[in-house]
Structure formats: C-alpha cells, structure tokens
C-alpha cells in the first residue's frame, strides 16, 4: 500500500462548483498535512497546511484533516477557471524532515 | 514578493556529463530543498540543507549528487554522471528560520533532459 493515495484525476467541473480534492494515507504517524496546487510547468505554490486533526479556512478553500479515518480534504468553493491546476497534498509525521507527497490531481474549472 | 528562482529552466545533456543546477533562495531564509518530480510521477524529496550541511537525504541521494552554497545566494546541486532517470523537473525550495518546515517556497524548476 502506498503511504499517500491521491486520485489523479482529471476533475473536470464547471465554474461556479464546488470542489472537493482528497487523499488518503496510512502512516498515523503524520501529522502535519499540507495542500500545494501546481501549474502546468511550474514550481508547486503552499496553499494550505494544517496540524494534527480539524478544519482549517482561508478565504474560498478549506482544508479538513480526519485523523481517524486517514483522510484529507481541501474543499474549494465557487471554483474559477483560475483555479484550474494539479493539487497536491503532502504530510509528515512530526520531527522528520521530509514530505511524503501524493501524485497529484489535475482540475479542470470549466467557463 | 521574494521568490526562489532557478537557472536553467531547461538543461539538455548527454549521459555520463555532469550537470549544475543552479538555485537563489529567498535572501533572508536558511532552509534549502532539493526535489525532483519525473514526469508523470510524484515530487520526490531528495535532500534538506542547513547551515552549509546537509540535514537529511533520501535514498536516491546517492553518491553521483552533491549540493553546495558556495556563496551567501547560490544554492547548486550538482549530478556527477547523468543518467537517462535523470531526467526530470529539479525544483529547489527554501524556508526561513521563523517559518515551519510545511512553508517552503518553491522556484519555477529546471527540467533537466537526460539523452
């Protein structure tokens, strides 16, 4: 079983939608959970990093960390065609120093 | 807004020949990343740079890959005798001493094409 799980998509959804992006993983030991989103061609860009379990809210996306069922979700409301890019999410367990990343999924926002 | 920035953004080599890639962290961070990310395929993290010392290294880190700050901006990473699973995009990252290990900045990348 792989560490982190990440459908690779492509999402395709129309503007205006909300969007649901996930990953599932297997270590307990991670701890600190992150959303990245990449552009075609691009370095990936931190959009969001949460600690532990819970909700996390930054202006249109939320990122929601269930400790107990291994999963995370970063939800994006009223999806732009902006927001077309892969979404990757990466953890780490606390006191390592490397991200364990997921492959990625790649959204499509349709005008 | 400070950025990581990367040159080349495309090296082309051959096989066996040594390539440098070259990296300017955020001026004022102390944390430097090395990542690669094969086409296709998930970014995997090759080694982590503190204090002119490397802090961690993955497995694929291995002898052929050495990484250096040779002055107080560059941050290179270097492969003594490419090979064609070389070939990926090498993207450098950087954080600064208050910010957490989760907020590293990443530069645009260099695809480096392995023949």
């Known amino acids: 079983q792989k560490e982190v799980e990440q459908d690779p998509g492509p999402l395709s959804v129309p503007e205006g939608a909300i969007v649901s992006l996930n990953c599932t993983y297997s270590?307990?030991?991670?701890?600190?959970f992150m959303w990245y989103r990449q552009y075609s061609r691009k370095g990936p860009e931190l959009l969001m990093y949460t600690y532990s379990s819970g909700n996390k809210e930054d202006g249109r996306f939320t990122a929601q960390v269930d400790k107990s069922s291994k999963y995370i979700s970063l939800f994006i409301r009223d999806s732009q065609p902006s927001d077309s890019a892969t979404y990757l999410c990466?953890?780490?367990?606390?006191?390592?120093?490397?991200?364990?990343w997921g492959a990625g999924t790649k959204l499509i926002i349709k005008p | 807004e400070p950025e990581v920035t990367q040159t080349p953004s495309h090296q082309v080599t051959q096989m066996g020949q040594e390539v440098i890639l070259r990296c300017v962290p955020i001026?004022?961070?102390?944390?430097f990343y090395w990542y690669r990310q094969i086409l296709g395929q998930k970014v995997e993290f090759l080694v982590s740079?503190?204090?002119?010392?490397?802090?961690?290294k993955s497995e694929i880190f291995d002898d052929q890959f050495s990484v250096e700050r040779p002055d107080g901006s560059n941050f290179t990473l270097k492969i003594r005798s490419t090979k064609l699973e070389d070939s990926a995009m090498y993207f450098c990252?950087?954080?600064?001493?208050?910010?957490?290990?989760?907020?590293?900045?990443f530069g645009p990348g260099t695809r480096l094409t392995v023949l």
């Open positions: 990466a953890m780490k367990p606390a006191g390592n120093y490397q991200l364990i």
């Open positions: 001026s004022n961070h102390l944390y």
């Open positions: 740079f503190y204090n002119n010392e490397i802090s961690e």
């Open positions: 270590n307990s030991a991670f701890q600190y």
């Open positions: 990252a950087s954080r600064g001493a208050s910010g957490t290990y989760n907020e590293q900045f």
